[in-house]
């Protein structure tokens, strides 16, 4: 499995973007995908996660704002970021749970201004 992740940016606070994961390879039967961010100095934490029963898990610093959503047809995983505040600034990374294997996208930048 192979992602590819695009979509970030320079935005002002309050501010929206929305990011994209494409998945190519042998993408059957993924069970979960996620959308994670890592700021600088901190670990790497889960912001959204939505299963293939469409079960959905938000990070509470994004719960209202923040929106995962995953279009089958085109392989993609898309989070809506909405209301962005400086403190959401990171390098999002996509992920995709096969079995017992995790399959990481490259990072993109978001970064939000005051």
């Known amino acids: 499995v192979q992602l590819q992740a695009s979509g970030g940016g320079l935005v002002q606070a309050g501010g929206s973007l929305r990011l994209s994961c494409v998945a190519s390879g042998t993408i059957f039967s993924i069970q979960t995908n996620g959308w994670y961010r890592q700021a600088p100095g901190k670990l790497r934490e889960l912001v959204a996660s939505?299963?293939?029963?469409?079960?959905?898990t938000y990070a509470g610093s994004v719960k209202g704002r923040f929106a995962i959503a995953r279009d089958n047809a085109k392989n993609t995983v898309y989070l809506q970021m909405n209301s962005l505040k400086p403190e959401d600034t990171a390098v999002y990374y996509c992920r995709a749970q096969k079995g017992n294997s995790a399959y990481w996208g490259q990072g993109t930048q978001v970064t939000v201004s005051s």
């Open positions: 939505i299963s293939s029963g469409r079960s959905i």
